[in-house]
């Protein structure tokens, strides 16, 4: 069990800093992101602000699917079932209104 636990906090730590990483790099070079996609500049600049929106959440999304992962390791597929039924239905799908 210790080897699993040091295996969980050594998948969290990768997993957050790649995803703090990645959300740095949106954030700072967004709008140069974005103009690769389109030269209009209201949508770039929308864009740019939906990026500082959604960009925060891939550090929590890590966390979910490190740790879902783990359970599913571990033979229990029930529960991150529920988990991400519970988050898409009642979480993520209100905060998009």
Do not use: C, H
Not at 44 to 66: C, D, E, H, W
């Amino acid at each position: 069990m210790e080897r699993v636990y040091t295996g969980i906090k050594e998948g969290l730590i990768v997993a957050l800093f790649i995803s703090a990483m990645m959300t740095a790099l949106i954030l700072m070079f967004g709008k140069q992101l974005m103009s690769l996609f389109s030269n209009t500049e209201e949508l770039v600049n929308y864009a740019r602000k939906l990026m500082f929106i959604l960009a925060p959440g891939y550090l929590a999304f890590s966390i979910t699917q490190s740790l879902s992962g783990t359970m599913r390791g571990a033979g229990d597929t029930v529960t991150p079932l529920i988990i991400g039924i519970i988050n898409t239905v009642f979480i993520r799908v209100p905060a998009a209104f």
